[in-house]
């Protein structure tokens, strides 16, 4: 399909180049169509950049709302949400290293504020499990749901980093080993921070 191509090319060359230096003619090269395409598609890179969030961003939360309907207990749904996203940023670390740095330019207000949008989304599907687990009494009533998930993330961000992931990795250790050791660190953490 025309549409996947495009999202496909377009993604991989906003991971190598960045968003700034991708240009829309790179990427009709690289998908094999014409720029018009693109802009029936797409309307612009913007667009097209969003669109590819959506795609990503879809795909976990329908498997946080799985998590979230099973009948599993909550510190067992929360472990399931730890496996998740540490299996899901490793193996897609240069995608998600490439939206931090869209996060964090301040040149784009309106396109940084979509994207915001669009990853709050899979934000509202955790919050629902963290306050569910609340409302079981397993989680304490005074844990700070918004740390807890900034703690999450930024410690995947951290330990997946190219630059950091090095630094942290202990000698001897391949990357599944290494995986296991962050998921584990962040089930103690935080597991530590939600349980009575």
Sequence with gaps: MTSEKILSAARELFEEKGFDLTSVREIATKADVNVALINYHFGSKD?????????????????????????AAPLEKFMAVIDLYVDKIFSNCKY?????????????PELTENIVKILNRNSMELRKLLEEGQRKKVFKKEVDIDLAMAALFGVIYQTTHSVFKKRYTRSGENEEVYKDRV???????????LIK
């Design 47 to 71: 667009n097209l950049l969003l669109a590819i969030m959506e795609q990503s961003v879809d795909t976990t939360r329908l498997k946080l709302h799985d998590i979230n309907q099973s009948s």
């Design 183 to 193: 998921k584990k660190f962040l089930f103690d953490l935080l597991g530590g921070y």
């Design 96 to 108: 998600h290293q490439f939206i931090h740095r869209e996060l964090s330019t301040t040149e784009r």
